[in-house]
């Protein structure tokens, strides 16, 4: 619903502050019915049609027209093909971090076999001073 009101709204060139006023709904509020963050009331849509000077009957055409809207076999191809490369970036970014963790286990393993075994000195420490 939201999509049809800024679309219709944005077409007639009105300012997103106006129709709000004109409809009198809270500003904010619109702005969120227009992201599609809230649905209208039956009443709140009567008057946001009348504002932007058609009827809720063709706003709500609209939103059926949208949603009864199949996807073409080439969007979904292309979504797809999407989906496919970002499990393919996925399983790259997964490798790599794989990778430099086996790399830093390495590592530390050598660094601790170079240094050798800790050798007493034979004093015992302090304790508390």
Do not use: H, N
């Amino acid at each position: 619903m939201g999509a049809v009101i800024r679309r219709l709204r944005e077409s007639t060139g009105i300012a997103q502050d106006v129709i709000p006023l004109l409809a009198q709904v809270d500003r904010s509020y619109y702005g969120k019915l227009e992201r599609g963050e809230r649905q209208p009331s039956i009443g709140v849509l009567l008057r946001i049609a009348s504002a932007l000077g058609t009827t809720a009957a063709d706003l709500i055409a609209q939103v059926e027209l949208i949603l009864s809207k199949k996807p073409s076999s080439r969007s979904v191809a292309v979504a797809q093909a999407a989906l496919d490369e970002a499990k393919k970036m996925v399983a790259e970014q997964r490798r790599l971090v794989m990778k430099r963790a086996a790399s830093k286990k390495v590592q530390a393993m050598s660094a601790s076999k170079s240094e050798g075994p800790v050798k007493s000195t034979g004093r015992k420490r302090k304790v508390g001073t």
